[in-house]
């Protein structure tokens, strides 16, 4: 069982950055696909950003620009490095991870808020 660890979360004010943490329990990240989804209240999860294990990245059009998805296959964690954040980034992002065997793993979750 892999366990997916997310931190970084917190209040920002729209236009500031925040980086988000996601660290995997497992030596063979690596070789894992591994994305960040966001759950605004009221809504649906939806797919943020994705890096797979050759590092290919693909982001919603959302936040295209503004967001970057980056990993250390040393450490097996992946980041989420957002800037020029909007109060409609406010939600809880999850960390997810898809084994080359199709297994799916999520982690807790960690709140951004974008207020001022």
């Known amino acids: 069982q892999v366990q997916l660890v997310e931190s970084g979360g917190g209040l920002v004010e729209p236009g500031g950055s925040l980086g988000l943490s996601c660290a995997a329990s497992?030596?063979?990240?690596?070789?894992?696909?591994m994305d960040w989804y966001r759950q605004a209240p009221g809504k649906q999860r939806t797919l943020v950003a994705r890096i797979t294990s050759s590092s290919t990245t693909t982001y919603a059009d959302s936040v295209k620009g503004r967001f970057t998805i980056s990993r250390d296959n040393a450490k097996n964690t992946v980041y989420l490095q957002m800037n020029s954040l909007k109060p409609e980034d406010t939600a809880v992002y999850y960390c997810?991870?898809?084994?080359?065997?199709?297994?799916?793993?999520w982690g807790k979750g960690t709140l951004v808020t974008v207020s001022s």
């Open positions: 997810h991870a898809l084994s080359p065997g199709d297994m799916n793993y």
């Open positions: 497992t030596s063979f990240a690596s070789r894992y696909t």
